[in-house]
């Protein structure tokens, strides 16, 4: 397999929802009007907490400062695994778990922070852009690894990036994270470029206006009946949206491209409190113990929490699995 290093530079941010309307103008262009906006990488997700915008540079440029905007310091970096020299992108992704043994364990194992982004119709694993050299040399042996360059993809050089200094592979006890499974019943689901705007007034009152009050807290058990989750993403033509069974009816179905078996997902949360973006291991924690019980699952990162969604039949045995494992390393 393939390891494709992409152009974009990433910015990761929160917008608070009390000032979701500071920002409306350029979310919607970037959103609705991609051809006004030079962002090629854009995905927005809304959960009860706030909004988390992951974008490229030439996106965050218009986006103004304010005091509801919250952003990483750091600039992500984004790969791709490329199966057989292309990616899934014609099909569904690899999946998070099916990368698990050869990227995110790997990458965990040598100090390296990662947040997911899994879309209709591929994974994203976002690095930290000072880290790429312990990222190629980890993985040059289980990958050939390519940047992109101009649109082109030419071998990537370790020593080049390093400029021959590489941090030590470090022992690191990973904190144990708590999860949780809402009862929301979850799609994954993709619109031609082309039919966005017979959507378009839909989406604006599902992300502008459909809102829930702003939470202060991790919401309860009691709360997880029904939980705020909305994701959005337009990253290179492509477009994914995440969205709960129950919102999906407020969309004309035969817009929406659905895999064959319209299969429904169901959520697992990670994080008692937020998770931070300095601790390692977190998206391991979960896709490993999936992978070695072969379940499927996508992965979302946001801004405070972790949100991995698996197939409905397998919500029992996923929640055995990763409380089995939790309980071993405590």
Not at 56 to 75: A, I, N, Y
Not at 140 to 169: H, M, Q, R, T
Not at 184 to 207: E, G, H, K, Q, Y
Request: glycine share 4%; hydrophobic share 40%.
């Amino acid at each position: 397999m393939d390891l494709r290093i992409l152009e974009h530079r990433v910015r990761v941010l929160s917008i608070a929802r009390g000032g979701l309307w500071l920002y409306t103008h350029p979310l919607l262009k970037m959103l609705l009007l991609p051809q006004r906006s030079r962002c090629k990488f854009f995905s927005l997700t809304e959960t009860p907490e706030d909004y988390t915008v992951i974008l490229d540079e030439e996106g965050f440029k218009e986006l103004p400062p304010s005091e509801f905007l919250q952003v990483v310091d750091s600039t992500w970096l984004v790969l791709n695994v490329l199966s057989n020299g292309s990616s899934s992108a014609n099909i569904q992704p690899i999946g998070v778990t099916k990368i698990a043994k050869s990227v995110i364990a790997p990458l965990a194992e040598h100090n390296v922070s990662v947040l997911m982004l899994s879309t209709y119709q591929t994974d994203f694993i976002l690095v930290r852009e000072k880290d790429l050299p312990v990222v190629i040399h980890t993985l040059e042996g289980e990958f050939d690894i390519y940047k992109e360059v101009n649109g082109e993809p030419v071998p990537a050089n370790c020593e080049e990036a390093s400029n021959g200094f590489l941090k030590p592979k470090q022992t690191v006890n990973a904190t144990v994270h708590p999860v949780q499974s809402p009862q929301n019943r979850f799609c994954i689901l993709s619109v031609a470029p082309d039919s966005l705007p017979a959507i378009a007034t839909i989406l604006i009152d599902v992300l502008f206006y459909s809102h829930s009050t702003p939470k202060d807290t991790v919401p309860s058990s009691q709360d997880l009946s029904s939980f705020t989750f909305f994701a959005f993403s337009l990253i290179e033509g492509y477009i994914s949206i995440v969205m709960d069974a129950e919102t999906k009816k407020k969309f004309p179905s035969d817009l929406l491209l659905t895999s064959s078996s319209g299969e429904l997902w169901r959520m697992v949360r990670i994080g008692g409190q937020p998770l931070g973006f300095d601790e390692c291991g977190i998206v391991a924690q979960i896709a490993e113990p999936l992978a070695d019980a072969d379940i499927s699952a996508y992965y979302i990162s946001t801004f405070n929490f972790d949100h991995a969604l698996v197939p409905e039949e397998d919500i029992d045995h996923v929640t055995e699995v990763l409380q089995k494992r939790q309980e071993s390393q405590r």
